[in-house]
């Protein structure tokens, strides 16, 4: 794909969508402060909250992070390029509308090949999703443009491969502390560190460490709600995701027990809910306690349900 339009963007401060391996991404310049309150205005996105940089080298982490613990190596050795996200005592020099006046720094390595050709070729980007606030993160360019607009940039990278964000673990602390789940799981963490991970997920009554986990995130105007003991997946209003169930019609999908592919599709089918009409999204719960995916899908799902 020819990228060179995109790359002039960037170059020129705007905004340019594009594909990782989790979720679609709304890049700017981390260096570009007008660039990155584009990145503000156009999601609507609350300035306190702070944004994930990217980097397609791992030399590059030096010019944000302070210094890089040995905890910190192992990490980036270990699952970079790929879906985690590392929250880091900041350099004073990384600008305040990247860490919303925090200390600390976001950092990740996409796999996505995409993402990495076009972050080699502008430098470090910041990206949140490719979403309007509040909206399910965007899972294809076509969710990315009905959000932002159909002559909205971006560059298409199919379906991502994931469909749910990126694990933060904040690594600023003495006890490493995951603060977002996902497909990389606190046990593999802990294997590749030989310590206790704990584990903070924001509960509505504390304090969040991580300013996101404070706000509604992943609710499409549908309802969401799990379907219960004994119900019969018969409304034609509803959308039924269903794991071991096996009802046929237009609107049940039958995931067959695959969790990754629920997981890859949950935010389309939020999205389909809408464009189709649809009252309600209606999932079978699961227990699969051997899948990575399935507590990260637990937490997506919950942050959604009315
Ligand atoms: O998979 C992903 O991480 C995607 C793709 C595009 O890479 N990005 C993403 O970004 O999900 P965003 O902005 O939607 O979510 C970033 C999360 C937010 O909850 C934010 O509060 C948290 O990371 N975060 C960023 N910097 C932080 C910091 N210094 N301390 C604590 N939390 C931070
Ligand atoms: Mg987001």
Not at 92 to 107: F, H, K, R, S
Not at 150 to 157: H, K, L, R
Request: hydrophobic share 40%.
């Amino acid at each position: 794909m020819n990228l060179s339009k995109y790359i002039e963007l960037i170059k020129a401060g705007e905004v340019v969508a594009f594909p990782t391996e989790t979720v679609y991404g709304l890049g700017a310049d981390a260096w570009n402060p007008s660039a990155i309150q584009k990145i503000f205005k156009v999601k609507g996105r609350p300035s306190d909250n702070p944004l994930i940089v990217h980097i397609s080298d791992l030399q590059q982490i030096e010019n944000f992070a302070l210094d890089i613990p040995e905890s910190t190596q192992k990490l980036m050795d270990a699952f970079w390029p790929g879906p985690l996200s590392l929250i880091l005592k900041k350099k004073p020099e990384v600008l305040d509308a990247v860490t919303a006046g925090l200390d600390t720094v976001a950092i990740r390595m996409p796999s996505h090949p995409l993402a990495l050709e076009f972050i080699f070729k502008t430098g470090p980007l910041v990206a949140p999703s490719a979403n309007t606030s509040g909206k399910p993160s965007p899972t294809k360019a076509e969710h990315v443009k009905q959000d932002f607009g159909e002559y909205f940039p971006v560059i298409d990278g199919e379906a991502t491969k994931i469909g749910l964000e990126s694990t933060v673990i904040d690594l600023s602390q003495v006890i490493p502390s995951i603060l977002r789940p996902g497909s990389i799981s606190r046990k593999q963490i802990e294997e590749v560190l030989g310590t206790f991970v704990e584990e903070s997920f924001f509960h509505h009554t504390e304090k969040p460490r991580s300013p996101g986990q404070k706000y509604s995130h992943y609710k499409p105007n549908a309802d969401v709600r799990w379907l219960k003991e004994d119900e019969q997946p018969n409304d034609p209003f509803c959308l039924y995701l269903l794991i071991s169930n096996s009802e046929q019609a237009s609107n049940i999908i039958n995931y067959n027990g695959d969790l990754n592919r629920l997981a890859a599709e949950l935010y389309d089918r939020f999205r389909q809910a809408d464009v189709e009409g649809f009252g309600s999204v209606v999932i079978e719960i699961f227990d699969d306690l051997n899948s990575h995916i399935a507590p990260v899908l637990l937490n997506r799902i919950q942050k959604a349900l009315h």
